[in-house]
T-cell receptor, first 113, second 114 residues
Framework: NAGVTQTPKFQVLKTGQSMTLQCAQDMNHEYMSWYRQDPGMGLRLIHYSVGAGITDQGEVPNGYNVSRSTTEDFPLRLLSAAPSQTSVYFC????????????FGSGTRLTVV | GDSVTQMEGPVTLSEEAFLTINCTYTATGYPSLFWYVQYPGEGLQLLLKATKADDKGSNKGFEATYRKETTSFHLEKGSVQVSDSAVYFCALSDYTGANSKLTFGKGITLSVRP
């Protein structure tokens, strides 16, 4: 049971480039979320999904897109990378956040130069 | 909106000291409350949880009690170890409607010295 798998673990982008952060879970969880972690800011929600085909914006969605075509996968797309998007990104999944909380991946450390 | 406030850090303790990390919350509904721990270079792990008032969550010697009257969920451990050095996050999930989000505090870094 792999849990939540994020790839890549590290990435360096140039300003203006685009890329996709991958997230996959094998627990058949309906709920999935993307967070970014910045020093002194805690974790801030970017986008979330309550099931395949259903996504919604979180606290800091600008500059990011998501889609949920399958239960397992929830990729995060950076449309045109900016230095302000330098951060650690975490994907998480849950069968019921109100009762179980979320299971987190190990993160992707992204640097935009 | 929902919010979580954690005490300012960092916190440095000697091994076997008593630990308290304060957490208070604001929520419009009836939230579930969580403590997560993040070890260096890793993702967040659920440490403990409480889903209703007066519940006590516990794990690995850590405890926290859901206090609705003071809107608090303080984390305690009677005797910390060097291996407890990590970042600790308090979080809530509100039951209202179809809310599926966790709201996190800013986290606090705990360092335990031998």
């Amino acid at each position: 049971n792999a849990g939540v798998t994020q790839t890549p673990k590290f990435q360096v982008l140039k300003t203006g480039q685009s890329m996709t952060l991958q997230c996959a879970q094998d627990m058949n969880h309906e709920y999935m979320s993307w967070y970014r972690q910045d020093p002194g800011m805690g974790l801030r929600l970017i986008h979330y999904s309550v099931g395949a085909g259903i996504t919604d914006q979180g606290e800091v969605p600008n500059g990011y897109n998501v889609s949920r075509s399958t239960t397992e996968d929830f990729p995060l797309r950076l449309l045109s990378a900016a230095p302000s998007q330098t951060s650690v990104y975490f994907c998480a999944s849950s069968s019921g956040p109100g009762v179980h909380g979320y299971t987190f991946g190990s993160g992707t450390r992204l640097t935009v130069v | 909106g929902d919010s979580v406030t954690q005490m300012e850090g960092p916190v440095t303790l000697s091994e076997e000291a008593f630990l308290t990390i304060n957490c208070t919350y604001t929520a419009t509904g009836y939230p579930s409350l969580f403590w997560y721990v993040q070890y260096p270079g890793e993702g967040l792990q659920l440490l403990l949880k409480a889903t209703k008032a007066d519940d006590k969550g516990s794990n690995k010697g850590f405890e926290a009690t859901y206090r609705k009257e003071t809107t608090s969920f303080h984390l305690e451990k009677g005797s910390v170890q060097v291996s407890d050095s990590a970042v600790y996050f308090c979080a809530l999930s509100d039951y209202t409607g179809a809310n599926s989000k966790l709201t996190f505090g800013k986290g606090i870094t705990l360092s335990v010295r031998p």
